[in-house]
């Protein structure tokens, strides 16, 4: 199993920019994909960016690409999203999530059932 721990949230305005980490710890070495998703109050939790963790193919909901960055540092273990131009509509909580049998299959959403392992949430506030 692998712990998931999210830090870099905040309150931000409209335009601005905010990085979000991800620590992993346990199993890492397991993990086939890490992702980012999101959820907004009265929402579902919904697919933001996701990463391979061997080769680090990258992919992005519509609606961030060109703006949201996914990487990973396999030295440290963590996952990051770079987020700029920001929008009041990325106000949600973000979660990391990881799985060991994640198959990324090009798409630009994934459901949150694609991944087993999650961490508590970091909240992002973007004001107009």
């Known amino acids: 199993q692998v712990q998931l721990v999210e830090s870099g949230g905040g309150l931000v305005q409209a335009g601005g920019s905010l990085r979000l980490s991800c620590a992993a710890s346990g199993r890492t070495s397991s993990s086939s994909a890490m992702g980012w998703f999101r959820q907004a109050p009265g929402k579902e939790r919904d697919f933001v960016a996701a990463?391979?963790?061997?080769?680090?193919?990258?992919y992005y909901r519509d609606s961030v690409k060109g703006r949201f960055t996914i990487s990973r540092d396999k030295a440290k273990n963590t996952v990051n999203l770079q987020m700029n131009s920001l929008k009041p509509e990325d106000t949600a909580v973000y979660y990391c999530?990881?799985?060991?049998?994640?198959?990324?299959?090009?798409?630009?959403?994934?459901?949150?059932?694609?991944?087993?392992?999650w961490g508590q949430g970091t909240q992002v506030t973007v004001s107009s």
């Open positions: 990463i391979t963790w061997s080769a680090g193919n990258t």
């Open positions: 999530a990881a799985d060991p049998l994640a198959t990324l299959d090009g798409s630009s959403w994934y459901p949150p059932e694609t991944f087993a392992s």
